[in-house]
């Protein structure tokens, strides 16, 4: 069975402009929670889908946003990028809404704001 | 509030055992994670224990949990250079009625040969 896969891997966007990334989760898996991880302040969550709802938020600001399709996959926005949105972003996919147990990140998109 | 802890670094020999500890604040979590992370890449979820457990083994892998201290402990048995990494331990907080974790800080291990 794949594993959990985010696109793209790399990305560079300068400030002021605004990125996609996506994800999809293992197969069968309905829920995707998206975490930002940077040296200063660990990893943090942003956001919580289930069945195409968002479930939870986490302490960010409104310019990132996220979505989930009828087939799990999920994708953030984030929008007038500042230099302080370089970070990497991590995606978590679990089987159910709540009470999942195992949760499987995938690699990683790496962005960088210049 | 929200706070998992752990110390930033531990160094160990080869062959030796490695024991990375880790204090959570939410008594209500349901499942308590470790995750293995290594330059440039994402989060392998190495184990988790569900909170009505005192313990889990897997293979070299032990996972303590004293509900009462709140209090998470993973032990790696025979250590090897390969286990060189960052290990985070999360918490699944609010009972369970969400996926969201709360990470640590990492703990750094070095394995020297």
């Known amino acids: 069975k794949a594993g959990v896969t985010q696109t793209p891997r790399y990305l560079i966007k300068t400030r002021g402009q605004q990125v996609t990334l996506s994800c999809s989760p293992i197969?069968?898996?309905?829920?995707v929670s998206w975490y930002q991880q940077t040296p200063g302040q660990g990893l943090q969550f942003l956001f919580e889908?289930?069945?195409?709802?968002?479930?939870n938020k986490g302490n960010f600001p409104g310019r990132f946003s996220g979505r989930q399709f009828s087939n799990s996959r999920s994708e953030m926005n984030v929008s007038t990028l500042e230099l302080g949105d370089s970070a990497l972003y991590l995606c978590?996919?679990?089987?159910?809404?709540?009470?999942?147990?195992?949760?499987?990140f995938g690699p990683g998109t790496r962005l960088t704001v210049t | 509030g929200e706070d998992v802890e752990q110390s930033l670094f531990l160094s160990v020999r080869e062959g030796d055992s490695s024991v990375i500890n880790c204090t959570y604040t939410d008594s209500s979590s349901t499942y308590l994670y470790w995750y293995k992370q290594e330059p440039g890449a994402g989060l392998q979820l190495l184990t988790y224990i569900f909170s009505n457990m005192d313990m889990k083994q897997d293979q070299r892998l032990t996972v303590l949990l004293n509900k009462k201290d709140k209090h998470l402990s993973l032990r790696i048995a025979d250590t090897q250079t390969g286990d060189s990494a960052i290990y985070f331990c999360a918490e699944s907080p609010y009972g369970g009625a969400t996926n969201k974790l709360i990470f640590g800080t990492g703990t750094l291990l070095a394995v020297q040969p």
């Open positions: 889908y289930f069945s195409e709802t968002q479930r």
């Open positions: 197969s069968g898996h309905r829920s």
């Open positions: 978590a996919s679990s089987l159910r809404g709540q009470g999942s147990g195992e949760q499987y």
